[in-house]
Each structure stands twice: as structure tokens, then as C-alpha cells.
């Protein structure tokens, strides 16, 4: 990945802390990790989830089949974007208010989060997004090469201890995979708290034939996306003095 000009990358991934060379190869196969459900529903909660949920599912092919991302909408779309554990749906929904020409698939296991993106959907009316209420791991895997224009990554579990680095979901091989789906020129932006998991993107990133970091200057990484509408979860980070760091990578 070439070195931008005017980018100090030793000094972000100097903050972000190196990362330690790796003892065995990081598995394609990746186990899910985490919590699928939190506190109890309430009834309206539980009424989207039967009822508007089945409507917006992605339903994957057969083993071996393709996922076209087209398909999923009923009317066409200029695009179609991705966001990978959506939590709360924030920043989902704010995008697909933003965009309705965009087709968006949100992937978020815990029920918790999609109920929430489910009353935003419903409440808002919000046509053009699609749930994978399962790990995306299998979904990325359905779509066909080059098919999105847009993947994000949001404040995912840094699973901060050295043991549990493996659950991670950024590796070598979940990039090369979200390099596969993207058109040349998509962008994959990832955002975190975590200055380890930061420089643990980077370092894998920078060997992905695919990906290239867009930063020119240290703002570039400091400063949200210019469409960005904050979390909650970005906020809680902040208020307790927590950095995030934004980065985006583009397709080449």
C-alpha cells in the first residue's frame, strides 16, 4: 500500500501500538463470538421481530451459490452498501434516510440491536435496507465479487486481551473478502475507540493487495467522515476519554 505524502503513518501506528507477530495463521474459518440476545423484549419489540423481520431477512443461496444484492429490492438501486455489527442501527438508519437511491444490508447477530434498527425501519419508513440477523461471515461469502460500493466496520469488539485477539473480526482473510465484494474505487471505512485495534486494521490492511489507505493528513483519521452522525456508543467512548480513529481504505 503506498505511503501517502504528507501522512505520518509511523506516528498513528506508533500510537495505535504495534502489533505483535502473529504465532499461527489467522483461520478463513471464523467461529462467532458474543452475546445473541441481552435484556428481555418488550412486546412491540417482540411483535417487529416476528412480524418485520422475516419481510427485510436476507435469505442466503444453497452452499456454493451467489447473493446478488440487486435482488434483495424492489426497486432499483444505485448502489448497495454494507455494514458489518450494526449494534443499535444508528448510523444504519441515518444513512439509509440520507441515501434512499441506496440499497442497504445491515448484519447484527445480537436481537437487541436489530429490534432497535426495526423500529427505525418501521417508524421511519425506510425502504431500502435489508437484515442479516446472523455473523456476516457466510453472507460476505455469498455476495459476488465487486457487487458494493461501501462496507463499514463501526466500534466492533476489540476483544482487547492478547488471548482473544483471534476473535477479532478484522484478519487477513475477513479484508481480503470485503476487498473481493468491493467495486474498484468502494471505500471500507472502519472507526474504533481502540487505538490497539486501530494499528492491529492497519497492519493487516497494509498487506492486503486490495486495500489502500486514503489518509493525507493526520486529520484524516482523527476527524469523523464528513456524513458521519455519531453513536451512542461513540459518545460513552469519548465522555470517558477515549480518542476514536476513523479510517478509510479504497478499493484498487
Avoid at 501506528?13 to 489467522?26: I, K, Q
Avoid at 469519548?238 to 484498487?252: C, N, Q, S
Wanted: net charge positive; charged share 30%; glycine share 8%.
Amino acid at each position: 500500500m503506498p505511503v501517502a505524502p504528507g501522512t505520518d503513518r509511523r506516528a498513528i501506528t506508533e500510537r495505535c501500538v504495534t502489533t505483535p507477530g502473529r504465532s499461527a495463521p489467522e483461520t478463513p474459518e471464523r467461529a462467532f463470538f458474543g452475546r445473541r440476545k441481552g435484556k428481555r423484549l418488550r412486546e412491540g419489540q417482540e411483535q417487529r421481530l416476528a412480524e418485520l423481520l422475516p419481510r427485510l431477512r436476507v435469505v442466503l443461496p444453497e452452499p456454493g451459490g451467489r447473493l446478488d444484492p440487486a435482488a434483495l429490492f424492489a426497486e432499483p438501486k444505485s448502489a448497495h452498501w454494507l455494514e458489518i455489527g450494526f449494534g443499535g442501527g444508528e448510523h444504519l438508519a441515518h444513512q439509509a434516510r440520507t441515501h434512499p437511491e441506496i440499497g442497504f444490508i445491515g448484519a447484527e447477530p445480537f436481537v437487541n440491536g436489530v429490534v432497535k434498527l426495526l423500529r427505525a425501519v418501521d417508524e421511519g419508513g425506510l425502504a431500502n435496507i435489508r437484515v442479516r440477523d446472523e455473523d456476516v461471515t457466510a453472507l460476505l461469502a455469498a455476495l459476488p465479487d465487486a457487487s458494493l460500493s461501501r462496507v463499514y466496520l463501526l466500534y466492533p469488539d476489540p476483544w482487547p486481551k492478547r488471548r482473544q485477539r483471534k476473535r477479532r473480526f478484522v484478519s487477513d482473510e475477513s479484508l481480503a473478502e470485503i476487498a473481493r465484494v468491493l467495486k474498484p474505487g468502494g471505500l471500507f471505512r472502519f472507526a474504533s475507540d481502540i487505538d490497539d485495534y486501530a494499528g492491529w486494521t492497519l497492519v493487516r490492511a497494509a498487506r492486503c493487495p486490495g486495500l489502500a489507505w486514503t489518509a493525507r493528513s493526520a486529520a484524516d483519521w482523527r476527524e469523523p467522515y464528513p456524513d458521519w452522525p455519531g453513536t451512542r456508543y461513540e459518545a460513552k467512548a469519548i465522555a470517558a476519554g477515549r480518542r476514536p480513529t476513523y479510517l478509510e481504505f479504497v478499493r484498487t
